[in-house]
C-alpha cells in the first residue's frame, strides 16, 4: 500500500467539507496539499473520489462515499493503536515472563511471585526455571522479561544485583562435622564430594577446591539440587551449594546441616538481569521494584538467613 494516514484524514476532511478550503481550514495545511493527497489517493486505488466543480467545490462520487466510511473507521483504529500504547506504556498489566536460576527457582519464585500477583492482578505471570546459560540465552532472544540468577556479564545484558549468597557447606545432619560452627575445604580433604552438575555452577565449585589446594573427590553427581541433597543426607558425602531452603530435611526424610565456609571465597552474587535494548514495560518495572524491597542478603525468599 502506497498511502498514508495523514492522505486518508485529509480526503476525510475534504469529503466532510465538501472544500478544498474548508478542509485546509480544519486540518491547518495548505490547499495544494490537500489537492495533492487527494489525487494521489485516487490513483492507488483506481477509483475517483470526488467530482471537481469549478465554482461549488467538490461533491462525493458514490465511489468516494463508499471510501469516505472506510477511511473514517480506519482511522479510528489507527486511534486505537495510540490507545492501547498509551495503555501499554502506562498501566502495570498484560504478561510478564520471569525466569529464575534452577537451583532456587522453587524456593524464591512462590512467595516473591505470589506477593506481585496480589498487587497487580493485571498482570500475567509466566515463570520458568532453567540453568544459567539457558536463562541468559532466553533474556537475549526476548523469550524472557527478567531473570533471577548470579552475576552474568555481556555488553548487551543490565544485570542488578540484590543479594550476597555465601558458600556453605551441606553435611548430613549426624555427620561427625555437623556440629562444628565453620569448616575450611581442608577439613573435608579426602571425603566424597557430590558435585551439582549445573553448566557454570560446576565450574565453580571445582574452582573452590582449586583455589583451596584441595583434592576433588566427586562420588555421585546431578544436576537436581534435591538429587544432590538426598545423596548428602544419606550419607554418601558431603556438598557446597549456595542456596538455602528453610527445610533441613532432604526429600528422602534425611535430616541436613549447613555449615559455614571459613575459606576467604567471594560470595555469589545473586541478581536480576535483562536485555539493554529491550524498552521495559510497566510490568517490568514494577516487578524488578518489588525484587528489590523483596530479596536482600539478610532475607531471602524460601531460604533461612545465616545469624
Known amino acids: 500500500m502506497r498511502f498514508t494516514l495523514k492522505q486518508l484524514s485529509y480526503f476525510v476532511a475534504a469529503g466532510e467539507t465538501n472544500s478544498i478550503t474548508l478542509a485546509s481550514e480544519r486540518v491547518h495545511i495548505s490547499q495544494p496539499s490537500i489537492s495533492s493527497a487527494i489525487s494521489q489517493l485516487e490513483a492507488e486505488f483506481g477509483v475517483q473520489l470526488f467530482f471537481r466543480h469549478h465554482a461549488q467545490g467538490l461533491s462525493l462520487t458514490p465511489a468516494g462515499e463508499r471510501m469516505l466510511v472506510a477511511a473514517r473507521l480506519l482511522l479510528k483504529d489507527a486511534e486505537g493503536l495510540h490507545d492501547l500504547a498509551h495503555e501499554i506504556t502506562s498501566t502495570v498489566a498484560g504478561p510478564l515472563r520471569i525466569g529464575a536460576f534452577r537451583t532456587f527457582a522453587p524456593l524464591l519464585l512462590p512467595d516473591l511471585c505470589a506477593d506481585f500477583a496480589a498487587a497487580y492482578p493485571k498482570v500475567t505471570l509466566e515463570m520458568i526455571e532453567d540453568h544459567e546459560a539457558e536463562l541468559v540465552a532466553k533474556v537475549r532472544k526476548a523469550e524472557l522479561d527478567v531473570a533471577l540468577t548470579y552475576e552474568q556479564q555481556g555488553d548487551d545484558l543490565q544485570f542488578e544485583q540484590l543479594a ?19 569448616l575450611r575445604l581442608q577439613d573435608l580433604a579426602g571425603q566424597p564430594f557430590i558435585l551439582l552438575d549445573l553448566p557454570v555452577s560446576k565450574d565453580y565449585f571445582h574452582s573452590l577446591f582449586v583455589r583451596a589446594d584441595v583434592p576433588l573427590n566427586v562420588v555421585a553427581r546431578s544436576d537436581q539440587p534435591e538429587t544432590v541433597r538426598s545423596y548428602v543426607g544419606a550419607g554418601l558425602g558431603f556438598s557446597l551449594l549456595t542456596a538455602r531452603p528453610k527445610n533441613m530435611v532432604a526429600l528422602n526424610g534425611k535430616a541436613l546441616a549447613y555449615v559455614r565456609l571459613e575459606d576467604d571465597f567471594p560470595p555469589m552474587k545473586l541478581g536480576m538481569i535483562s536485555a539493554r535494548n529491550i524498552r521495559k514495560t510497566p510490568a517490568v518495572l514494577a516487578f524488578e521494584a518489588h525484587c528489590r524491597r523483596s530479596v536482600t542478603t539478610a532475607a531471602i525468599p524460601g531460604m533461612t538467613s545465616w545469624p
Open 164 to 182: 550476597l549468597m555465601p558458600t556453605y557447606v551441606l553435611l548430613a545432619a549426624d555427620h561427625t562435622l555437623a556440629s562444628r560452627g565453620s
